[in-house]
């Protein structure tokens, strides 16, 4: 009983609860919508949105923001993406698109946790500035023409319909969830967020556990380019744009607070799921 008690106590259940419960209005409005594939489809098509989710949920439970991840997605993506087109094997495309988010991502953190730039001030120029470069890598012009291999990798489905990338970001969010919550240096991200200078005073490294999140966040992005990028087929200079107010609704959606030190990563992907539903329900809708 005390552990059923606890899961009904946990902020992630109610975000939880208010899928459950907009899945089933929804069904009762369209019987369709509750079909296996369609509830399936609402979780496949949320792994763009749920990596970009808890990567910002790192920098979230820090206390801070990170508003430069839609164009940190799309360089990650439009570097990836443009080696792949270029022949380069898929393990170097995706270490440089991974590199080139964790550049950005230690950018960020260096502004926000070295030089003390309040972080939506720094993070908007970051975004600027990336967005700039995304245009100048490309010339403007899409990148396409990506090999099929690459492309048909988003596709594949087990026999009972979820893809093997969203069967992926699942294991990685557990991984992620259980480093954050049962581990000393995990919980330094809720310590930093909830009380800063209380952190500092029992020994953690704040300024340092501040770079980690913007680094992992920076990853993170990345990997939603990739994922991103196989599921469309192209990159253009302006993939990603407005992802990072998605991401951060999501956050807030599965229970994280934004002044940071309370939520979890698990309830930052239901609120990606809940986020990247919002379409398809509205066309089951009628709308």
């Not at 502004?111 to 003390?116: D, K, P, R, S």
Request: aromatic share 10%; net charge positive; charged share 10%.
């Amino acid at each position: 009983m005390s552990v059923l008690r606890k899961l009904l106590r946990a902020r992630e259940m109610s975000s939880l609860l208010f899928l459950i419960v907009l899945f089933l209005g929804v069904g009762l409005v369209n019987r369709n919508f509750l079909t296996a594939t369609s509830l399936l489809n609402c979780f496949n098509d949320s792994v763009v949105f749920t990596l970009l989710a808890v990567g910002i949920a790192f920098v979230i439970l820090t206390g801070e923001i990170d508003v430069s991840i839609g164009a940190t997605l799309g360089l990650s993506a439009a570097v990836a993406s443009s080696l792949l087109r270029d022949g380069v094997s898929l393990g170097v495309a995706v270490l440089a698109g991974m590199l080139v988010g964790a550049l950005v991502g230690l950018v960020n953190g260096f502004g926000v946790a070295m030089l003390n730039i309040p972080s939506l001030i720094f993070t908007l120029g970051t975004n600027g500035l990336v967005r700039g470069l995304i245009y100048v890598y490309t010339g403007g012009a899409w990148v396409e023409s990506l090999p099929a291999y690459f492309t048909r990798l988003s596709q594949i489905k087990f026999a009972g319909g979820l893809t093997v990338f969203y069967a992926v970001v699942f294991v990685i969010v557990i991984v992620a969830h259980l480093v954050l919550t049962r581990t000393r240096r995990g919980k330094y991200f809720v310590a930093v967020g909830d009380n800063a200078y209380g952190a500092t005073i029992v020994g953690i490294p704040t300024s340092k556990t501040k770079m980690f999140a913007y680094v992992l966040c920076g990853l993170f992005a990345s990997l939603a380019g990739l994922a991103y990028s196989s599921r469309i087929g192209f990159i253009t200079p302006t993939s990603g744009s407005g992802y990072e107010m998605k991401a951060i609704a999501a956050c807030i959606l599965g229970g994280i607070s934004l002044t940071g030190g309370l939520g979890s990563l698990i309830g930052a992907s239901i609120g990606a799921v809940i986020m990247s539903s919002v379409s398809r329900i509205l066309v089951f809708l009628g709308f």
